[in-house]
């Protein structure tokens, strides 16, 4: 294969990584070479990707950790010095939602919203940028951030979701340029509703998909699929001029007018 489209020889840390958009990234990571650090809450989900991947042949390793706890963090980047050895990709993909009205969320829903998707990145940035600058030196550092099309319009998410959506966009160009001198790049893949557990709760009122499918232009809604294979693009060598970029993959929804 053309050494600029593999990730042979290089190590990713995927979270959120044994369900939806986060499970297929980890396979499409495994797919092209890359030894991956599997991470969710669940020991019990973690071991199962694990079976599937290594039955496949993947260089797969896991650890069950809260990427929103600095506990958490610790252990899944000691784990990725002790096991892989160092750090060429960060996928932060952790996220999750509380859908109502905005005068009805409570203090503890909203500040366990932001800790999840915005404060979860954040964090694992910080604590992954030593690795990540080390492994610049020999290629190049990347982290994709897992967003929304919800940072840019209303989408019917809830106020705080789409804040923190609209806040890792942010997040991702700011470090894009600060870090760009530490050959370490930084993009976001911003879906539209996928058909994942988290969306599952709304797609699967005919109603609402209804609603969903008359403003994507592909009308058809998206495969996690769909999204992992941006964020495994954006990870290869062929990519490497590629940096700050917020990426949508919504049929079209965005571009849609009337």
């Known amino acids: 294969m053309n050494e600029r489209w593999t990730l042979a020889g290089k190590r990713a840390l995927v979270t959120g990584a044994t ?15 890359a030894a991956v650090l599997i991470v969710a809450r669940s020991a ?15 260089a797969a390793h896991g650890i069950a950790a809260d990427v929103t706890t600095p506990e958490g963090r610790r252990a899944v980047l000691e784990a990725a010095g002790d096991v892989l050895g160092g750090l060429d990709i960060l996928v932060n993909n952790v996220g999750t939602n ?3 009205s905005s005068v009805e969320y409570a203090p503890e829903e909203y500040d366990f919203l932001l800790r999840t998707n915005l404060g979860s990145a954040w964090e694992m940035c910080r604590a992954a ?3 990540l600058r080390e492994s610049a030196s020999g290629g190049g550092g990347s982290i994709v951030n897992i967003g929304s099309v919800a940072g840019s319009v209303s989408v019917h998410s809830g106020a705080p979701y789409a804040m923190t959506k609209a806040a890792l966009d942010q997040l991702t160009r700011y470090l894009a340029v600060e870090w760009a001198s530490d050959g370490i790049r930084v993009n976001a893949v911003n879906p539209w509703y996928t058909q994942t557990p988290l969306a599952s709760v709304v797609l699967d009122k005919p109603e609402f998909r209804e609603s969903v499918l008359a403003r994507t232009p ?8 769909h999204i992992s294979g941006l964020a495994a693009f954006l990870c290869l060598p062929v990519a490497s001029h590629i940096t700050g970029q917020c990426i949508a993959v919504d049929g079209g929804f965005l571009a849609f007018g009337f």
Do not use: M, T
Not at 19 to 33: P, S
Not at 44 to 58: H, I, T, W
């Open 44 to 58: 019990e989900d973690v071991d199962a990707c694990l079976k599937e991947a290594r039955e496949k042949g993947g």
């Open 218 to 225: 592909l009308g058809r809604v998206a495969e996690p699929q």
């Open 19 to 33: 369900k939806g958009i986060g499970r297929a990234i980890a396979d499409e990571l495994l797919g092209l070479e």
């Open 98 to 100: 509380i859908r109502k």
């Open 129 to 131: 940028y030593p690795l």
